[in-house]
Nanobody, 118 residues
Framework: QAQLVESGGGLVQPGGSLRLSCANS????????MAWYRQAAGKQREMVAR???????YYLDSVKGRFTISRDYSKKTLYLQMDNLKPEDSAVYYC????????????WGQGSLVTVSS
């Protein structure tokens, strides 16, 4: 059974950068959609970025121009490069495989805490 293992979260100052990684135990070529979600304390989960077959990408308006989603088939890994981080980006970030544009799939990472604070 496939397992997703996340890494790369942490504490960063406003304006800083982090890169989240989500490594799969199996090939990621089978997934048409791979995405990053986040959930801040007291708020609903939201999709931050999605990459689909054909390399189509979607970004939440508030992260456009600052976050970049990418994947490496050879490493079986999904990435989220986060630049110019803001305090409002603080949340637990989850990778998700196999969903659609409207809803997540059943395969989730364990979550990575990102805290943006001075």
């Amino acid at each position: 059974q496939a397992q997703l293992v996340e890494s790369g979260g942490g504490l960063v100052q406003p304006g800083g950068s982090l890169r989240l990684s989500c490594a799969n135990s199996e090939s990621i070529r089978r997934y048409n959609n791979m995405a990053w979600y986040r959930q801040a304390a007291g708020k609903q989960r939201e999709m931050v970025a999605r990459i689909s077959s054909g390399d189509y990408t979607y970004y939440l308006d508030s992260v456009k121009g600052r976050f970049t989603i990418s994947r490496d088939y050879s490493k079986k890994t999904l990435y989220l490069q986060m630049d110019n981080l803001k305090p409002e980006d603080s949340a637990v970030y989850y990778c998700n495989f196999g969903g659609t544009y409207a809803s997540p799939g059943s395969l989730w990472g364990q979550g990575s805490l990102v805290t943006v604070s001075s």
